[in-house]
């Protein structure tokens, strides 16, 4: 079983979804130890905006870790993402990275009947952190993006881990780690 772990915080160390990250992928290895990791730090190790060049596969490096950045979403069973609220929404490396997955004909395509994902097979699991709380607002373009995002790919089984409400004290922020923490789901085994 293959488990791919992205961060998107540029808090370094300081950061909430990198320690909810880190408590979910160690949850996974600690129930299944023969899952095999994979990371990726889209803050430190970003993938370019997609632009026409990328489209045009100019540069090859560029195209080469794109082609690599798909596989390694398809290949994936579980796939753990650190997206923090940013701006309302989720880092621009996180987009970033996203616009390298949502690709025609590999992760979606569109039929006689309207759009249909092909990459359904997985879990895919959101740790989510917030200055505010935004649950349920109109202010939320993070999590209803996400989930759009998912379900358009084909991803049924969505789990997030929340902790809202941050940046409100320190008490605050402690209390929705700790909340977070105590909400994390069961590792399971998934038919491969
Ligand atoms: C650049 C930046 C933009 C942010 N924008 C928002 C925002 O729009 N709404 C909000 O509630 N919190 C916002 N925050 C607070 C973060 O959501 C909060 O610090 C959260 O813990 C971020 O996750 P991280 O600690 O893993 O980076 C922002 C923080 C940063 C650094």
């Known amino acids: ?17 990198r320690e909810l990250t880190a408590a979910i992928v160690a949850r996974w290895q600690d129930k299944l130890p023969q899952v095999q990791v994979e990371y990726r730090d889209l803050d430190t ?19 080469a870790d794109a082609a690599r950045t798909l596989e390694q979403f398809l290949a994936a069973d579980v796939v753990v993402i650190g997206a923090p609220m940013y701006n309302f929404s989720i880092p621009s490396t996180l987009k970033a990275w996203i616009d390298r997955i949502a690709v025609a004909g590999k992760t979606f395509r569109y039929t006689e009947n309207g759009p249909e994902g092909l990459a359904g097979a997985k879990k895919v699991i959101i740790a989510s952190g917030r200055g505010g709380i935004h649950t349920g607002a109109p202010t939320d373009f993070q999590e209803p993006y996400l989930r759009q995002v998912f379900a358009f790919l084909g991803v049924e089984d969505l789990e997030f881990v929340r902790a809202e409400g941050v940046a409100y004290s320190p008490q605050h922020r402690s209390d929705a780690i700790a909340g977070a923490l105590a909400s994390i789901g069961e590792p399971m085994r998934l038919a491969a």
């Open 1 to 17: 079983m293959k488990l791919l772990h992205l961060d998107s915080s540029a808090l370094g160390t300081g950061s909430v979804t």
């Open 45 to 63: 190790s970003p993938l370019p905006h997609l632009t026409g060049s990328s489209l045009a596969q100019a540069n090859p490096d560029e195209a």
